[in-house]
């Protein structure tokens, strides 16, 4: 009997989806309607109208011409032809030399940053300056200046000649030696200010708790300090990897012709070649591998905050 009391009791209607009520659609009419509402949107307006001119209608008119055939007909060819033959290998190039020059800027600038942590703040600041000022000369300049040093009778190469090194005089331009050290030294800056920032930020009393504990200087680096500043290193290598990408002047300079990278192809096409269509496309491209290490840097982030809440919770 109460088996079937309870079998025809009625069952509880499941809620609806909560929706756009009346109430909130007046509470936005009212939001609106506020005098500072309508102020903040005047003083956006001119923000908004200078971002759609000088970005947002590029972009889309760059895509547009990246979509045309030589006909006036809408096509893709221009990005077949963009991963095909010549041109893949050029966009693998820069790809490649991106990747390299992304990590030996960690490197460095991961040493160089640790360093700079552990010195007094008046010595701290020098260094920093010594980082950051040569940032402020044209890249022209440096880029002629790095070819000085690393010429066959260069600064670099005669030190390394009276040293009697074997092998030297080396090849250090022309090749992707060169650009990678020339495109390193353009991103060094960015990743040393994004480290320091981040190592300055650490808690040393931390350090300190895990080597009270018994804790090895390897085993505090590997558990603590470096969890500490992942998120540094991962916004470092994404924003020079970035950077590399649509890099022109410096491996235009100092590479070879198989050292080619998209943006110097990108040159070709347009002031060589009048290929318009073919230079758009591969800018779409660029802006797509843009937009793709943009979006790994937000999983990134997501993963390690997934990661240590985890770890919180255990």
Same mark, same amino acid.
């Given at each position: 009997m #109460?088996?079937?009391?309870l079998?025809?009791?009625?069952?509880?209607?499941?809620?609806?989806?909560?929706?756009?009520?009346?109430?909130?659609?007046?509470?936005?009419?009212?939001?609106?309607?506020?005098?500072r509402?309508?102020?903040g949107?005047?003083?956006?307006?001119?923000?908004?109208?200078?971002?759609?001119?000088?970005?947002v209608?590029?972009? +889309?008119?760059t895509?547009?011409?990246?979509?045309?055939?030589?006909?006036?007909?809408?096509?893709?060819?221009?990005y077949?032809?963009? +991963?095909?033959?010549?041109?893949?290998?050029?966009l693998?190039?820069?790809?490649?030399?991106?990747?390299?020059?992304?990590?030996?800027s960690?490197?460095?600038g991961?040493?160089?940053?640790?360093?700079?942590?552990?010195?007094?703040?008046?010595?701290?600041g020098?260094?920093?300056l010594?980082?950051i000022?040569?940032? +402020?000369?044209s890249?022209?300049?440096?880029?002629?200046?790095w070819?000085?040093?690393?010429?066959?009778?260069?600064?670099?190469n005669?030190?390394?000649?009276?040293?009697?090194?074997?092998? #030297?005089? +080396?090849?250090?331009?022309?090749?992707?030696?060169?650009?990678?050290?020339g495109?390193?030294?353009?991103?060094l800056? $960015?990743?040393?200010?994004?480290?320091?920032?981040v190592?300055?930020?650490?808690?040393?009393?931390?350090? #300190?708790a895990?080597?009270s504990?018994?804790?090895g200087?390897? @085993?505090i680096?590997r558990?603590? $300090?470096?969890?500490?500043?992942?998120?540094?290193?991962?916004?470092?290598?994404?924003l020079?990897?970035i950077?590399?990408?649509? $890099?022109?002047?410096t491996?235009?300079?100092?590479g070879?012709?198989?050292?080619?990278?998209?943006a110097?192809?990108?040159?070709?096409?347009?002031?060589?070649?009048?290929?318009?269509?073919?230079? !758009?496309?591969?800018g779409?491209?660029?802006?797509?591998?843009?937009f793709?290490?943009?979006?790994?840097?937000?999983?990134?982030k997501?993963a390690?905050? #997934? $990661?240590r809440?985890r770890? @919180?919770a !255990?």
């Open positions: #109460a088996g079937s009391a079998a025809t009791q009625p069952q509880p209607k499941s809620q609806p989806a909560p929706t756009a009520t009346p109430g909130r659609m007046n509470r936005l009419r009212r939001a609106l309607a506020e005098r509402t309508r102020y949107l005047l003083n956006a307006a001119p923000v908004v109208v200078y971002l759609l001119i000088l970005f209608y590029p972009i +889309f008119s895509l547009l011409l990246s979509l045309k055939g030589e006909e006036g007909g809408w096509t893709l060819h221009w077949a032809d963009a +991963f095909q033959g010549a041109n893949l290998e050029i693998l190039t820069t790809l490649r030399i991106s990747a390299e020059t992304s990590l030996l960690l490197v460095i991961f040493l160089l940053a640790n360093a700079v942590t552990r010195l007094k703040p008046l010595w701290a020098l260094v920093m010594v980082v000022v040569p940032h +402020f000369i890249a022209l300049v440096r880029t002629y200046g070819i000085i040093l690393l010429g066959e009778h260069g600064v670099v005669n030190v390394l000649t009276d040293l009697h090194i074997p092998g #030297a005089p +080396f090849q250090l331009l022309y090749n992707e030696i060169g650009v990678v050290i495109t390193t030294s353009v991103m800056p $960015y990743t040393v200010l994004l480290l320091y920032a190592m300055r930020a650490v808690d040393r009393r931390l350090l #300190a895990a080597a504990m018994g804790a200087r390897i @085993t680096f558990r603590v $300090y470096l969890p500490l500043v992942a998120p540094g290193l991962v916004n470092a290598g994404v020079c990897f950077l590399c990408l649509g $890099y022109y002047l491996p235009a300079l100092m070879g012709p198989k050292q080619t990278m998209v110097s192809l990108i040159d070709d096409q347009v002031m060589k070649q009048n290929q318009w269509n073919g230079a !758009s496309a591969l779409i491209i660029l802006l797509l591998l843009t793709a290490g943009l979006l790994l840097l937000r999983l990134l997501s390690g905050e #997934a $990661y809440k770890g @919180t !255990s």
